[in-house]
């Protein structure tokens, strides 16, 4: 049976970095010896948080429609664009599309079928970067207290809060740029797949 206190607190670690650490802490509350060992319907419900989130976060995608071809606008784009031939294109609804349903529009439309598909991707992508992240967070956070760098014998500590400031800029930075429909900002899915590879390294030195 799904448990609906460990999807909210999976929700919660799709929060910006300066939040992060605090609801990774909350989710290892509830278990405590994630990433490593985890239940089946515990792994599920997580994703489902992370799921849940992606969704509500992913930015609206705007096209314009000729038949059957459907060509990807800016926000801004859109709002000059003939408003009749703009279509637009939510995470939710299209995340909501049954295999059948996708089936059917993939042989009737398949031009608005590449659409979704696409889009559906980048959701599940974003939340499944997003596990890889916390995964990290989570491994790294269980050995924060007392552990030390290397030979260096600097707390981690700092630098863990350091990484913090730095990650939630990035977040930040990128999302302020893609509500004003600059084009050069980066995808969510981008920012969390750099995000967890930058961990990985940070926790690759913690482990020298």
Known sequence: ???SVLIKAAELCSDSADSLVDSVRKLLKIVPTFPEKVTEQESADIDTGLLNRAIAKAADR???RDGDTYTRLTPADAKKANATKVVTFTADVVMAYTSHQLGQMTTQEPGRAGVVKAFRKAVQTAASNRR???ESVATRERKA????????KQPVKPVIERTKVLLANIDKMHATARGKGDPTALPDDV???AEAAYIAKVDAYLKK
Do not use: P, Q, R, V
């Open 62 to 64: 705007f096209f314009l």
């Open 191 to 193: 920012i969390k797949a």
């Open 132 to 134: 890889t992240y916390i």
């Open 145 to 152: 207290d007392g552990e030390t760098l290397g030979n260096t």
């Open 1 to 3: 049976m799904s448990n």
